[in-house]
């Protein structure tokens, strides 16, 4: 039977083999295959356990979801401030507009 090595590791521990072997890889590559239902990491080979993998997937998961809610929020926030500078430029037009058919105060008094 292949080795099966644990997916996540405390700081302490990813210290500890970085110390040892002077590199630690967190397998964050895997690959998946269904024919012979194994897990294994593309960046050094290691052979995963498939709950760790699930565990990481879904915790990558949550993650993605709250990037896409901040996403939203951040669009919706840059249509309102768009709004705004349009609006903030129209009256900025019309200020300038005013100002140019002002006849000037120059001789006037
Ligand atoms: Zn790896």
Redesign the pocket.
Request: one cysteine or more; aromatic letters at 0%; glycine letters at 8%.
């Given at each position: 039977m292949a080795k099966v090595?644990q997916l996540y590791a405390t700081e302490e521990a990813v210290r500890a083999v970085r110390r040892r072997r002077g590199k630690f890889?967190?397998?964050?590559?895997m690959e998946f295959c269904a024919e012979q239902r194994t897990i294994t990491?593309?960046?050094?080979?290691?052979q995963?356990d498939h709950f760790e993998a699930f565990c990481t997937i879904v915790k990558d998961w949550d993650k993605v979801e709250e990037l896409a809610r901040e996403k939203r929020r951040l669009s919706q926030e840059i249509a309102a401030l768009s709004k705004e500078r349009k609006k903030l430029m129209a009256s900025v037009s019309g200020m300038r507009r005013r100002q140019s058919k002002k006849p000037t105060s120059a001789g006037d008094g």
């Open positions: 090595i890889c967190l397998h964050r590559e990491c593309n960046s050094c080979g290691a995963l």
